[in-house]
Each structure stands twice: as C-alpha cells, then as structure tokens.
C-alpha cells in the first residue's frame, strides 16, 4: 500500500512539474513616447488571437502580463482599433520602448528570438525594398512590354525571397522561427518541399504548436489540381449541423474558402450573391467554407453580406482542416466542381465566373 502511495506522490509529483514546463508565463515591461498617459494598451496571442492582458500606460510606462503554453510565445501589442500595434516574440521577461505612429519600430530586449529574427529580417531588407520598388513601378507602368519585364523581375525577386527562406529553415533546424516559417509557408511551398524541411527539423520544433501545425498540412493535403477528383471533408454548419461536400447535390458546385476577417473576400460576396442568385435554379450550389476561429464574427459576416448558401467551419482560423486538405495559402480561394466530382476550373471571380456558368448552365 505504501509503494502504491508513493507511486501515486510521484506521478502527482510529475504531472504538476510537466504543467508548469508547458505554462510560461510572460511579464511585457516597456516605455513610450508621444503616447498619453491613460492610454490603454492590450496584449495578444498572433494566431489564434486570444487576449492575454491589458493596461493603461502611466508616466509613460506599462506593464503586461501573459501566459501561453509555449517557452517562446509570438504576441502582439496594439492600441484601440490597431491605430498602433507590433507583433513580437517574447520570452519570459521582454522589454519594449515604443513610440506613438511607429511601433513597428519598437526596440525589443529581453528575447533573444526576437534578435534571431531581426538579424533574419535585416538580411532581407535589401530583396524587400526591391520588391517594393518594382511594384510601385508596375502600378504606375502603362506599356505592355514594360509591364511584362517588371513582372518578370518581381517574381525573380520574390522566388529569391522564397529560395533565402527555404535556406534559412533548412539550415536551422532547431530555432522555433524555422518552425514558424515553414508553418506559415507550408501550403505555399507544397506538401514535398514542407514534409523534406519538417522531417529535418529537430525533435523539439516538431512538438511546438507549429511543428503540430505543418504535421497536420502533410498529413491532411491531398494536392488538389484541376482536372483531378475532389476531396470530401465533413464540417459544422451555421446551425451546428454536420454537413459533408459530398453531400451538396448540384451540377456544378462552388467550393469557396474565405474568412470574416478577409477584405478581398467581402468585397466579393456582392458579386458572387449575385451570381448565385441568377444559377441557383439551373444547378449551381455553392459551399462556403470559413477560415474563423470565432463563431460570432463568421455568424455576423453571413448575415452582414446576405449569403444565402450553405457555410461550414471547424473554427479552427486558417487551420481549417478543409483548407489543409485544399492547400489553401491565399484568401479567397475556390474550387469550381462538376456532378462527376471532377476540379474543372480554380478562382473564378466576378464576371469570370458568370461567363463560366453561362457556358455550363445556359
């Protein structure tokens, strides 16, 4: 009896020591410049965004206090309505000086992820700057010939920004900024190049939420392309009722991912309320699948913009299960589907999309 006893003290022992390994906790000091005082400050989860703390900033100072499940935790600092914020890596005692209109300017000490990262950041200044220049250029650009050569040298650009990347995950293993980097990228590189630089992440990263996060993409994507079968998935309705893709009986079916949040995605509900409206009755249906961790944002948006067609989410943000599966890196994204089951068209917006199903449905 008494072995069993000190088995059970030890166990118990454990259980608490692994709990307080997992919960770190976070003390955010800092100092501002042109921020009056009063002014209230709030402190955040980046994704998915959950509320830590919040503050008032008095003579000219504030402190913040947040707990997460992680060492190293990337958080944001923001003011009401965003009219300033900074998103950061902090780690157990980070200190931030900040100053009103430039926070992303903000000097950060106290975390050293958060130095790995500005070194990173610094080594890609120069390819950003090009970017941003060649853009501008290309806004401005009238000459198709021009124009094609500015495209051309942007995505040279942009592909040199993928390559430095990919290097810089490679070659770190076991920082947590790779793994965060490959978490983020791993829909936009592809299931091969993500499975190659996850497998040669450290044991460690792998177990971070955004190792979990890239396990998921590579086990979950199917690499859906036109011209191959759909992949079924099965999510919750506005009403809590489980609704399968399979399951939406039409000629053609709009697969649509989107997200309350998303600005190019609201804009285009009008158009696509419209487009639904005059194909409903000759056999188009669409399902909408949102990329919402809070039910009442996504609720509100559906009856904000009018959209009378089935919408599902597994509330799961940009980690929907439905998105891996699809490998969706960009908001809106959709998939046209035949009866057969069969992707014959991708991202068909606005008029591009009326004139396809006038061609089908006429």
């Not at 906790?25 to 959950?50: A, M």
């Not at 499940?69 to 944001?76: F, I, T």
């Not at 190019?264 to 409206?277: A, G, I, M």
Request: proline share 2%.
């Amino acid at each position: 009896m008494m072995t069993n006893l000190k088995n059970l003290s030890i166990l118990f022992m454990l259980s608490i020591s692994s709990v307080s390994a997992i919960a770190q906790t976070f003390n955010i000091t800092g100092q501002t410049t042109g921020i009056d005082d009063g002014t209230w400050l709030y402190l955040r989860t980046s994704s998915p965004e959950k509320t830590l703390d919040s503050t008032k900033v008095i003579n000219g100072r504030f402190k913040l206090v947040g707990k997460t499940n992680e060492k190293v935790s990337h958080l944001a600092i923001y003011t009401a309505k965003y009219e300033n914020y900074l998103f950061f890596w902090a780690e157990q005692n980070t200190h931030l000086q900040l100053k009103n209109g430039e926070f992303k300017k903000g000097i950060i000490t106290g975390s050293k992820t958060q130095t790995q990262t500005d070194l990173r950041n610094k080594l890609k200044e120069p390819n950003r700057k090009l970017q941003d220049s060649l853009s501008q250029l290309l806004a401005k650009e009238k000459d198709i010939a021009t124009k094609k050569e500015l495209k051309e040298k942007l995505n040279t650009a942009k592909n040199a920004e993928k390559e430095l990347d990919i290097k810089d995950v490679r070659d770190n293993p076991n920082s947590l900024i790779s793994a965060y980097i490959l978490s983020v990228y791993a829909s936009t590189w592809g299931k091969e190049k993500s499975a190659e630089l996850y497998n040669n992440l450290s044991s460690e990263m792998k177990n971070t939420t955004y190792g979990k996060t890239i396990n998921d993409f590579i086990n979950l994507n199917q690499e859906i392309k036109i011209g191959g079968k759909f992949a079924d998935f099965e999510q919750a309705n506005t009403a809590d009722k489980k609704i399968k893709l399979s399951g939406i009986k039409a000629k053609y079916i709009l697969l649509e991912f989107w997200g309350s949040w998303c600005g190019p995605c609201r804009e285009e509900n009008p158009n696509l309320v419209k487009t639904y409206n005059a194909y409903k009755d000759k056999g188009f249906e669409i399902l909408g699948v949102a990329a919402d961790d809070k039910k009442e944002q996504w609720l509100k948006a559906i009856k904000d913009d009018h959209l009378p067609w089935e919408n599902v989410s597994d509330l799961k943000g940009d980690k929907n299960e439905a998105a891996l599966i699809y490998g969706i890196s960009a908001y809106p994204t959709n998939f046209l589907i035949d009866e057969k089951g069969i992707i014959i068209a991708k991202n068909l917006r606005g008029d591009a999309l009326s004139k396809k199903l006038a061609e089908l449905l006429p």
